[in-house]
C-alpha cells in the first residue's frame, strides 16, 4: 500500500465520516441531474440529460438547494469528486465500488438556503463518470445556483493539469486515483484566485504530437485528434464549442512530447501549431498563452520545447495575431517535495499558481 500525505488522510478521513456511501436509497426527494437549477462547468455529454457523463477532469455540478442535508447520486464507480458546501472547505468524497451510488454530502445544516459545488478530480476515461442528481430532505427542492463567474479560461494539458500524484507522498508513489486531484493543481487554484470558472480538456501522458514514450515520428492519437471530443477517445461526441468560449486558453503541453528518446524539433513545432490553429478557429477572440510545464528539464529538453512554442507564437505574429503569449514556470527541483513518479507535488502546484495568477491578471486585466 502506498503511502499518502497528512493532507490526503484528512481529506478521506472528512470523506468517511461526512460522504458514507450507502447501498439503499435514503428517504428524501430526488432531483433528477436535467433539474433546470443544476448548473454544469466542463465538457459533459448530455445527449441523456438524465445521465450526463464526462470524462475531462474539473467537471463541476453546481445548485442550490434548501433543506438540512443533501445527497449526491452517480454511478458506481465514477470515482472520485470534491464538494464543497455554502463555500466552505473543500472535502473528498468517492464512488468507488459496484454498491456506492449515493453518498451524504451535508448533514445537520441550519433550515434555508444553500449552494453546493461538486468538481470532478479523476481522469475518467475508464470509468465513464455519470451524474445521477441529488436526494434532499422531503418537501425541500433545490433552488437557483451562484451564477457562474464572467472570467472564463480553459486549460488544455497532460497529467500536471490533471493532477497526477498530487496527493502522494513521495517520487517512489506510482498513479492512483486516490492521490490525483485536479482541484489542488495549479490549474485549478489559479482560477480560483482570479474568480473565474474553468474548463480543462487534459489526459495523462498525452503530447502535442508525440505521447509519453512513444515513436520520435509522433502518435496517431494525440491532443490534437482529441481536442475536438466531449469525451476523451469517443469520436461520435463532438464537442459543441458554441456551449463554451474562454477568452483565455493556457496550452501546458510538451513534457511528454520531449519525454524518453525526446522530440523531433519540427514535428513538435508542427504539432503546436496544429493545436494552436484549432483552438483559434474556435475562439477568435481569446488570448493564447503557451506554457512551459515544471517538469521539463535539462537544456535538450527545456530548448527543444521552447523554441517550438516561440516559432509557434513567432509564426501567429508574423500572419497578424498578436494575441499569442509564451510563459514559462520554475522547474522544479525538488525543494518542494514530489508527487507521485516526479509529478509536482501539492506544494509545487501552489508554487506555480503563484507564478501564474499574477501573469494572468495583468495580462487580462483581471
Not at 156 to 163: F, L, M, Q, R
Not at 277 to 302: T, W
Not at 346 to 362: I, S
Amino acid at each position: 500500500m502506498k503511502k499518502i500525505t497528512a493532507m490526503a488522510m484528512a481529506v478521506m478521513l472528512m470523506a468517511s465520516a461526512t460522504a458514507s456511501a450507502q447501498t439503499i436509497a435514503p428517504k428524501g426527494k430526488v432531483v433528477k441531474p436535467s433539474d433546470t437549477h443544476i448548473l454544469y462547468v466542463g465538457r459533459i455529454d448530455n445527449s441523456n440529460a438524465d445521465r450526463p457523463v464526462f470524462t475531462f477532469p474539473g467537471v463541476q455540478i453546481r445548485s442550490g438547494f434548501t433543506g438540512t442535508s443533501l445527497k449526491m447520486m452517480a454511478k458506481p464507480k465514477s470515482g472520485y469528486f470534491m464538494a464543497q458546501i455554502d463555500g466552505g472547505e473543500a472535502f473528498k468524497v468517492g464512488f468507488n465500488s459496484e454498491q456506492d451510488s449515493i453518498v451524504s454530502l451535508a448533514t445537520a445544516l441550519k433550515k434555508g438556503k444553500h449552494q453546493v459545488n461538486v468538481m470532478y478530480v479523476n481522469e475518467g476515461y475508464d470509468r465513464m463518470p455519470e451524474f445521477w442528481g441529488f436526494i434532499v430532505d422531503e418537501g425541500c427542492s433545490l433552488t437557483d445556483a451562484k451564477a457562474l463567474p464572467e472570467k472564463r479560461i480553459e486549460f488544455i494539458g497532460n497529467s500536471i493539469t490533471c493532477g497526477y500524484g498530487v496527493e502522494a507522498s513521495s517520487e517512489s508513489c506510482h498513479f492512483m486515483d486516490e492521490t490525483s486531484n485536479h482541484y489542488y493543481t495549479y490549474a485549478a487554484e489559479t482560477a480560483r484566485r482570479l474568480g473565474a470558472m474553468h474548463y480543462t480538456v487534459a489526459r495523462s501522458g498525452i503530447g502535442v504530437y508525440r505521447n509519453y514514450n512513444g515513436p520520435k515520428t509522433g502518435d496517431a492519437v494525440n491532443m490534437n485528434t482529441e481536442y475536438s471530443h466531449t469525451l476523451l477517445y469517443k469520436k461520435d461526441a463532438a464537442w459543441d464549442f458554441s456551449r463554451y468560449t474562454p477568452q483565455l486558453v493556457c496550452i501546458n503541453l510538451g513534457t511528454n512530447d520531449t519525454s524518453t528518446t525526446g522530440a523531433d524539433p519540427k514535428l513538435l513545432q508542427k504539432g503546436y501549431e496544429n493545436l494552436y490553429k484549432q483552438v483559434r478557429s474556435h475562439y477568435p477572440e481569446a488570448k493564447i498563452v503557451f506554457l512551459c510545464g515544471c517538469m521539463m528539464r535539462g537544456e535538450n529538453d527545456l530548448a527543444v520545447a521552447k523554441k517550438a512554442m516561440d516559432e509557434t507564437m513567432e509564426k501567429a505574429h508574423n500572419e497578424g495575431d498578436k494575441e499569442v503569449y509564451r510563459f514559462d514556470f520554475t522547474p522544479h527541483d525538488g525543494s518542494l517535495g514530489y508527487g507521485a513518479d516526479w509529478h509536482p507535488s501539492y506544494k509545487q502546484h501552489q508554487k506555480m499558481a503563484d507564478e501564474l495568477t499574477p501573469y494572468v491578471k495583468k495580462l487580462m486585466s483581471w
